[in-house]
């Protein structure tokens, strides 16, 4: 292999290396079900409003009689079995996390845990930032 191969296959390899560093590893994306966001599959979108949706979907048309009430929000609640408690779950995951980054408004857009975007409702346009970003600073930047 000659000398100039050898540094073309460098290039090469350090040019993929780069392009691979600047591609994000964990895309997360608050919204509120009034706000569409448009995310790649990869991304994993939380409805900060989706407790409340589920808790008026157990509750709506309840009587007005408490024991009744109870016997049929237990009843939805049984009746929705593990689909339910899954969504339940990743709702309060959402909430969580929004809480633990710091979240205090939506759209925003976390990608690898560190970088957030607010008010933008097209993944594609906060990953943009994050790589101008990180080829700018040559490192990620966090929020406080």
């Known amino acids: 292999m000659s000398a100039h191969q ?10 993929a290396a780069a392009a691979h560093a600047a591609e994000p590893q964990r895309i997360e994306v608050f919204t509120l079900s009034s706000i569409p966001v448009h995310a790649p599959a990869l991304a994993q979108v ?12 157990l509750s709506d048309g309840l009587p007005g009689d408490p024991e009744r ?10 009746a929705g079995g593990v689909q339910l408690q899954n969504a ?3 709702a309060g995951v959402g909430v969580g996390l929004a809480l633990q980054y710091g979240i205090d408004r939506v759209p925003a857009t976390v990608i690898d845990q560190r970088y957030v975007d607010f008010g933008e409702t097209r993944t594609a346009v906060s990953i943009e930032r994050w790589r101008r970003r990180i080829a700018q600073d040559g490192q990620e930047r966090t929020r406080p």
């Open 46 to 57: 939380y409805q900060l409003d989706r407790l409340a949706q589920i808790e008026a979907t």
């Open 69 to 78: 009430a109870a016997a049929i929000a237990e009843q939805r609640i049984r």
């Open 88 to 90: 339940v779950l990743a």
């Open 6 to 15: 050898v540094v073309l296959t460098l290039a090469l390899c350090l040019g």
